[in-house]
């Protein structure tokens, strides 16, 4: 009986991306409907999408009208859709924490990236997926600051992590240069907005994709990949 592929994705993503969320979920479908056929293990990479967001963060609302000359009516417009787009892909963009909702805001994400690196390294690819999609809720459901060291240190603690080997990998001077490094790779390979899917460290699919569409092209590279082995053998 051939065993099913185990392929690896490394998604490029940032904490305050819709898009990479509704495309993990896309891919969550894909990989169900590829269920004995192929699996993936899911690791994150660091990708800011606002490297120079100050540690007080910005308005949502501001922060769109700057950077996308937006007027608020088309940036409401523009939420509406990604809500819609997201209740279709599986996953709710509405508050869900206590009380009325905190203003919605956009912050730094390098210490968030620091805490995922360390997660994979110190727990693995399972661990650090679970503490990515709490980072998500954190942000999009809950409006938590996620630039916050004790937010991040009680999201991790969250997921079963040690709160002081997370506080001191928020101050570990060596996990910033690792995080610098991975970000800076993925300008070297022309990557300017996530997600973006390396799957088995050279194929990329860039996008947010619809679940066929990661589906066919993880086919496709298993496929590849297993005529490379056989070629080789």
């Known amino acids: 009986m051939t065993q099913p592929a185990r392929l690896t994705i490394d998604i490029y993503s ?25 699996s993936a293990e899911v690791r994150w990479l660091p990708f800011e999408l606002n490297p120079d ?6 308005g949502q609302a501001e922060h769109i009208a700057r950077k996308y000359g937006r007027t608020p009516q088309q940036a409401a417009e523009s939420r509406g859709q990604m809500h819609a787009i997201g209740e279709r892909a599986g996953y709710s963009f509405a508050y869900a924490g206590a ?32 503490l990515k999609l709490a980072l998500f809720d954190a942000h999009f459901q809950e409006r938590r600051n996620v630039s916050d060291p004790e937010v991040l240190v009680d999201i991790a603690a969250s997921q079963g992590l040690d709160r002081d080997g997370a506080r001191a990998a928020l101050d570990d001077d060596a996990l910033s240069q690792i995080v610098r490094a991975e970000e800076a790779r993925a300008w070297d390979m ?4 996530v997600p ?5 460290g050279k194929f990329l699919i860039p996008g947010a994709q619809e679940p066929e569409v990661y589906a066919n092209a993880l086919r496709r590279i298993a496929a590849k990949e297993a005529a490379a082995q056989t070629a080789d053998t």
């Open 14 to 38: 940032d904490v305050m991306c819709p898009w990479c969320i509704i495309g993990y979920r896309q891919l969550q479908k894909a990989l169900h409907e590829l269920e004995g056929e192929l």
């Open 196 to 200: 973006a899917m390396i799957v088995q």
């Open 99 to 130: 009380g009325d909702p905190p203003p919605a805001k956009m912050w730094n994400t390098f210490a968030a990236h620091k805490l995922l690196k360390w997660a994979l390294i110190e727990a693995g690819a399972e661990v650090q997926n679970k």
């Open 190 to 193: 022309n990557i300017s907005g």
């Open 53 to 58: 967001m100050p540690s007080g963060g910005e």
